[in-house]
């Protein structure tokens, strides 16, 4: 998945769940990874912020990683 794609798909999730301030934190990462044009490094902390807003079981964590 694109990482634009992926950090719309997280900012979607980022206030689910008990764990919303760690997927709050990784979101921002991404965000400002990517505008500092380090594209895999944001990718990776979009992926961690939906691991923590919605679980790594979740059809959209799974869509994101292409599985």
Known sequence: MQTD???ALAR???YR?????????CL???????D???LGAAHK???DSL????GVF???YKRALGV
């Open 36 to 38: 500092a044009g380090k």
């Open 17 to 25: 769940g008990e764990m919303s301030s760690s997927a709050m934190l």
């Open 58 to 60: 979740h059809a959209d």
């Open 51 to 54: 691991r923590y807003s919605c």
């Open 5 to 7: 794609k992926l950090l």
């Open 28 to 34: 921002s990462d991404a965000i400002t990874l990517r």
């Open 12 to 14: 979607k999730h980022v």
């Open 45 to 47: 902390r979009a992926l």
